[in-house]
């Protein structure tokens, strides 16, 4: 028989100690062991786990991913015992986390095999200073304050805030706070590690420097790792297995190359899903009769030296301006939340009318704050504003609303109801619009955005993908002319991208006037005609998606953003073949391709 080891040796060097547990685990035990796993709410006879069974082994990388509301963030849940503990339900079948059901275990107890990171840092940080948050769940735990000092230490460095254990957390940025809250957890040094869309509100630079985080504990440290996210394409290349979800069930699971090539086409189109761009470039390359090999996971997997474009000279949709008359003139606006403390510097920024803008930059640079102007939320402390011919730093909020729908970042921050139905109702009811035509509109719109089966449900027991659309369909149903959405795919597959963006353009074309603020560059670079990137509080460019990504390193040196994968490989093919036209989607581009050599 062979002997157990201590799966502190694990450890030995790295970030994690793990010196409180010293449990003795047998070789090839699983790290986590779920058998039939079948759940449901409170209150609810819907499934939403059904029979799930699946073993992961110390030390693996899973990716999971499926449609939103398929039951992701339910299973993560049920590993550290808030389900059914906190949250309740009916549970049937088992969990073990490296020996322990987290149904016959306290939830306190558990935070010693599993710490998960949710999707906000801000709802999981809650303490002032950086040290205390660290700190504080191990404390809870009754580790030795020695103990806690070199835990804090070893964790400070690890997130990349050695040396800030004294500052305030709200001076952090969001990448920055991700990382606290990922330390934080890191702290009570648990043998498996979930992130639950980890970097769905963090810039380009914040999420790279959490991908790398994540990447750095599971492969230097051996951390059991779960990463639950949409967009997969920083994690394929590193990941072990990765398992699907749809419906409450695993329908996939397997190597991210052996997925992604046999089932790509099944996860876009049939599941909704977010595939990596150099995926999304193979299977429409296989449509088009041409078959790249291998099949590439990222960009520099595609040996563009052997593809042959044709050079039609087309342009694309997104780049044609059709008027130039403003329908928002900014002159010369500064303003501060601090007297002395500008965010806004001398911004100067006239929005032509029926166009869609987007607003990208670092977390902190001024975007939200910029668009907060325009509906009134804020008072420049200089310079004028004029929004479809009202004066903007003088008229009510209200008056401003008529002409201005605005989506916050949060969908939760502008829910005033009490179920899905009266929440798109309600501005319709405000306005003194008869009963039967706010039936007529508000039911168009929950079909619109795949809500209409939620009627009755509380706005904050949807997932975060039906939030974000409810919040969507509650300002659009007012028909506005200018329509504002801070970070409108935060959270969502796919497929509901694609709805919505498809809802966009309609009503683009009908002469809506759209401004995006966010920090996905394909969505950029695909439905976008102009671009500004804001740094600092000041606009630091202004032109086409084209202008801005054919410049790789300024974008990625003073910008600090994600060159879309079209443009990776737009701007290699054009060093070989200089003629090609912009192309702004990879299903346009792979249709240019003639040949391969």
Not at 508 to 526: N, P, R
Request: aromatic letters at 6%.
């Amino acid at each position: 028989m062979k002997s157990a080891i201590n799966y502190s040796q694990r450890h030995s060097g790295g970030i994690m100690s793990n010196s409180k547990h010293m449990m003795q685990i047998q070789p090839n035990s699983p790290a986590i062991h779920i058998d039939n796993l079948t759940f449901s709410y409170p209150v609810s006879k819907a499934l939403v786990l059904k029979n799930i069974s699946q073993t992961i082994m110390p030390g693996e990388f899973i990716l999971l991913i499926g449609p939103s509301g398929c039951g992701k963030s339910t299973v993560s849940l049920c590993l550290n015992g808030i389900i059914p503990h906190n949250i309740g339900g009916n549970l049937e079948g088992r969990v073990e986390v490296f020996g322990w059901s987290p149904a016959d275990h306290e939830v306190y107890e558990m935070a010693t095999r599993v710490g998960i990171v949710f999707q906000d840092a801000d709802s999981q940080i809650c303490n002032i200073f950086i040290s205390d948050e660290i700190a504080f769940g191990a404390q809870n735990l009754l580790v030795p304050k020695g103990e806690i000092l070199k835990r804090m230490e070893n964790v400070l460095s690890a997130v990349g805030l050695k040396n800030m254990q004294d500052r305030p957390v709200f001076n952090l940025s969001g990448g920055q706070k991700q990382r606290l809250a990922i330390g934080s957890v890191l702290a009570m040094e648990p043998l498996v590690m979930v992130f639950d869309e980890p970097t769905a509100n963090l810039d380009p630079q914040g999420t790279l420097e959490v991908h790398n985080l994540i990447r750095q504990l599971n492969k230097e440290n051996k951390v059991t790792s779960i990463v639950i996210e949409h967009d997969i394409s920083h994690f394929v290349e590193v990941a072990d297995r990765i398992i699907v979800m749809s419906q409450g069930e695993i329908v996939l699971e397997g190597p991210p190359r052996e997925i992604l090539s046999k089932h790509s086409q099944f996860l876009r189109e049939e599941l909704g899903l977010w595939i990596p761009g150099a995926c999304v470039f193979a299977i429409e390359c296989k449509r088009m009769g041409y078959s790249l090999e291998p099949f590439p996971l990222v960009t520099d997997e595609i040996k563009v030296d052997d593809l042959e474009f044709t050079t039609n000279n087309t342009i694309p949709d997104n780049q044609v301006k059709i008027n130039q008359e403003p329908i928002i003139d900014i002159r010369n606006v500064s303003f501060s939340y601090i007297p002395g403390k500008e965010v806004l510097h001398d911004i100067s920024l006239k929005v032509e009318k029926n166009s869609i803008l987007a607003i990208v930059g670092q977390n902190g640079s001024g975007k939200t704050t910029l668009t907060s102007l325009l509906i009134g939320l804020q008072r420049p402390n200089s310079g004028s504003i004029d929004v479809a011919g009202i004066d903007a730093t003088k008229a009510s909020i209200h008056d401003l609303s008529r002409k201005v729908g605005y989506v916050f970042q949060y969908p939760e921050h502008q829910f005033v109801t009490d179920s899905v139905y009266d929440e798109v109702a309600f501005s319709l009811r405000g306005a003194g619009i008869r009963e039967s035509e706010v039936k007529q509109r508000v039911m168009e719109m929950l079909t619109r955005f795949q809500l209409a089966t939620f009627t009755e449900r509380h706005p904050f027991a949807l997932s975060r993908g039906q939030k974000r659309r409810l919040s969507v369909a509650s300002m659009l149903v007012l028909r506005p002319e200018i329509f504002i959405l801070d970070e409108p795919t935060t959270g969502q597959d796919w497929r509901n991208v694609v709805n919505l963006m498809d809802i966009l353009k309609g009503l683009y074309e009908e002469g809506l006037t759209i401004i995006l603020v966010t920090h996905s560059m394909d969505l950029v670079a695909e439905y976008t005609g102009r671009v500004i990137v804001m740094k600092e509080g000041k606009l630091a460019f202004d032109g086409t998606p084209s202008q801005l990504f054919s410049a790789e390193e300024r974008v990625a040196k003073n910008y600090e953003l994600e060159i879309p994968t079209i443009y990776q490989l737009t701007n290699r093919i054009r060093k070989q073949q200089p003629n090609l036209p912009v192309i702004n989607n990879l299903p346009e581009l792979a249709s240019h391709l003639e040949k391969i050599k």
